[in-house]
Every structure is written in structure tokens, then in C-alpha cells.
């Protein structure tokens, strides 16, 4: 979480408050000591302090005083409703979603990341007389169906396993059904096809198929969605839509894939 030395910033502090968010917003757990924090950002334990008390003053972050963790705030809700509200990343991506939705006869959705959710910011309906009632803003469990394999198979490797190590995950809906072996056969095939798929695991008769969408520098900032009630003989062709989709929104916002 350093600096480029040719891209050094302006205001030091705000860098690092910055960096604070982002720390919290990618770790694996939902809430962080203030020793981890400031390990990880880089950063002495009496600066960092006074960062977090900053954001908690606006509500950006939380202490639990039992634990005495820290984690991002209700705060950012609002301004990320701004942001769902007024992006103009709904229109960029309405064209792509619109070609995959009408030629699969699906729902297309694209959603971003954001901490352990995937928020989902543009969609469209390839089949009116099925809709599916996912709006604008709706969150998902960043390991939830489809869209959480996806973005768990194209996660660098120490993500990934801090994501892996938790003891809830929903990959198949309720985490008592998880089975890691299934799910590390899973992530391996869709790093191999591009694509994962969900049969009907988080809604019965709805299945999902699901591929990565990278920005700028190849990070990974969401992925394009298509569920519908399609048949499971259908999968690879649905697959090979939301690829397809995914490659044209990654180059359209100027990413690329690892």
C-alpha cells in the first residue's frame, strides 16, 4: 500500500486516511485491531489513531468498544447512494449489458465491489415478461452464488485464502452447505472457462452465470452477471454471453485482465 515514487501525494494526511479506508474495505475481516492497521498501512500507531478518530467523527468508520476494533462506518452508505445515484458508469455499461441480455434472454447485471458486498449499479432486462426484482443498489455477499466464485477465482492468491479461511461462507446459500473441494473444483474452472455458474443454489429454478470485470492496472473491481430460469443444458452458451460482456466492459473502462 505504498506510494509510486513518481506519483507521491499532495496532502500526506489525506493519503493516509485514504489508505486507512481501503485497508479496512480489503481486508478479509470485517474488523481490524488499530496495531494491524497501522502495520498495514505503514503508518505509527499514534498517527493512525488519530486518522481513525477523524473518520469516526464523520462516521466513515466504527469502534466496537468490546473488542476495541475498528470497521467501516454507516457514513459511507450515503455518499456511495451518491455515487449509485449520479455515476455515469450505468450508461457506459447499458450498452454491453442491453447485447447480452437480449441475446440470452436474461437478466444482466453488473456489479462492483465494495469491502464484503457487490453493489450492484447497472442492470437490464432481456426477457420483460420475467423480471427479476434485483434493483439498482442491491447488495450482495461478496461470496454469495455466481458473482462470489467469480470474483474469488480471480483474486490474488492471499486474498483469496483469507476469503477461503472464514467460517461463514455462501457460496451455496446457507454456509452449512459448503463444501470446499466442490468450491476449489469450481474456482479452478472458472479461472480455465472465464466463468462460474450457479444452479439454482440461492434460488430454486434461477440459475446464474457469472464472469470478472477488471479496471485499470488489472485490479478487480466487480463483474458482469446473467440469471434467468434457463435450463442447465444452456450454461456454456449463458457462459460464453457473460464473458463476452465482461472482456467488452473491462476494455471499455480501460482494465485489463491478469
Not at 505504498?2 to 481501503?22: E, H, Y
Not at 469491502?115 to 443498489?137: C, K, P, W, Y
Amino acid at each position: 500500500m505504498t506510494s509510486n515514487s513518481s506519483d507521491k501525494p499532495l496532502v500526506p494526511a489525506v493519503d493516509q486516511a485514504s489508505r486507512v479506508l481501503i485497508c479496512l474495505g480489503r481486508n478479509g475481516n470485517f474488523r481490524m485491531r488499530l496495531s494491524e492497521i497501522c502495520r498495514e498501512v505503514g503508518i505509527h500507531k499514534s498517527r493512525g489513531y488519530s486518522i481513525l478518530k477523524t473518520l469516526m467523527s464523520f462516521g466513515f468508520v466504527e469502534k466496537d468498544p468490546l473488542t476495541k476494533t475498528y470497521s467501516l462506518g454507516p457514513g459511507l452508505l450515503a455518499l456511495s447512494r451518491q455515487l449509485l445515484d449520479h455515476m455515469d458508469i450505468r450508461d457506459r455499461v447499458h450498452p454491453f449489458l442491453e447485447k447480452a441480455a437480449v441475446e440470452s434472454g436474461c437478466t444482466a447485471l453488473m456489479g462492483l465491489i465494495s469491502a464484503d458486498q457487490v453493489f450492484v449499479v447497472a442492470r437490464h432486462e432481456g426477457n420483460r415478461s420475467i423480471g427479476m426484482t434485483i434493483r439498482l443498489g442491491h447488495r450482495f455477499h461478496l461470496t454469495a452464488g455466481a458473482h462470489g466464485k467469480a470474483i474469488t477465482a480471480f483474486l490474488p492468491e492471499p486474498e483469496r485464502k483469507r476469503i477461503l479461511s472464514r467460517k461463514r461462507l455462501f457460496f451455496y446459500g446457507d454456509p452449512d452447505l459448503m463444501d470446499m473441494e466442490r468450491l476449489e473444483r469450481e474456482l479452478e474452472e472458472c479461472r480455465r472457462q472465464g466463468f462460474s455458474k450457479d444452479i439454482g443454489g440461492l434460488q430454486p429454478g434461477i440459475l446464474a452465470v457469472s464472469a470478472p470485470v477488471f479496471g485499470p492496472r488489472e485490479r478487480l473491481i466487480g463483474c458482469a452477471v446473467l440469471m434467468g430460469p434457463f435450463k442447465e443444458k444452456e450454461v456454456e452458451e449463458k457462459g460464453r454471453v457473460v464473458t463476452r460482456a465482461s472482456r467488452e466492459i473491462t476494455s471499455m473502462l480501460g482494465g485489463g485482465s491478469p
